[in-house]
């Protein structure tokens, strides 16, 4: 069964740092989502995106933020400077066009810590 | 704009008892409706979801949720839990296709023996 699938697992880095994570989002979806999940907290949304750009933000996507698809496969958030804040497990999600794309499909998330 | 609350953080429930997971969203339009189940250290899974027409949503693993509009509710059910529906269980709503999910907090369920 395909998958939505997340690179690195685990990701420590320093304040200050950049960090990119990466998804590889179900072949034939054309949407792709990304959420954040800080420790107890609820999930929130960050970005959509679609026909090679951002369709829907929150307002946590500033601009510290950015989001690529850099190929046919691989869907990326990238973070500039990180915070502390920033530590949080990153989930990506895509969808099917047209009806089906109410089903949101999750990757196992990256678990991000900014020390 | 739209939000969801889930009312318990936690339900402990012991095996094969029946139990409801309570969800009530606020919107000002039309919403469709999903829970999602968290297994630990594991990603998001589609439980069950309501796009339209019949109230009551069967889902995987024995779950169903029944949309109450005018209670502004779609709480989740299963007649006899096992140890492994312990996880955690968020309910979302989405205004259009396409569109972000809102999360609920969250509830942890807890089956004991």
């Known amino acids: 069964e395909p998958e939505v699938t997340q690179t690195p697992s685990h990701q420590v880095t320093q304040m200050g740092q950049e960090v990119i994570l990466r998804c590889v989002p179900i072949?034939?979806?054309?949407?792709f989502y990304w959420y954040r999940q800080i420790l107890g907290q609820k999930v929130e949304f960050l970005v959509s995106f679609y026909n090679n750009e951002i369709s829907e933000k929150s307002e946590i996507f500033d601009d510290q933020f950015s989001v690529e698809r850099p190929d046919g496969s691989n869907f990326t958030l990238k973070i500039r400077s990180t915070k502390l804040e920033d530590s949080a497990m990153y989930f990506c999600a895509s969808s099917e066009p047209g009806t089906l794309r109410m089903e949101q499909f999750f990757g196992p998330g990256t678990r991000l810590t900014v020390l | 704009a739209q939000s969801v609350t889930q009312l318990d953080s936690q339900v402990p429930v012991f095996e094969e008892a029946p139990v409801e997971l309570r969800c009530n969203y606020s919107s000002s339009v039309s919403v469709y409706l999903f829970w999602y189940v968290q297994y630990p250290n594991q990603g998001l899974q589609l439980l069950l979801k309501?796009?339209?027409?019949?109230?009551l949503v069967k889902g995987i693993n024995g779950f169903e949720a029944e949309f109450n509009k005018s209670q502004t509710s779609f709480h989740l059910r299963k007649p006899s839990v096992h140890i492994s529906d312990t996880a955690e269980y968020f309910c979302a709503v989405s205004e259009s296709a396409g569109n972000m999910l809102t999360f609920g907090g969250g509830t942890r369920l807890m089956v004991k023996p």
């Open positions: 072949s034939n979806h054309l949407y």
């Open positions: 309501y796009l339209s027409g019949s109230t």
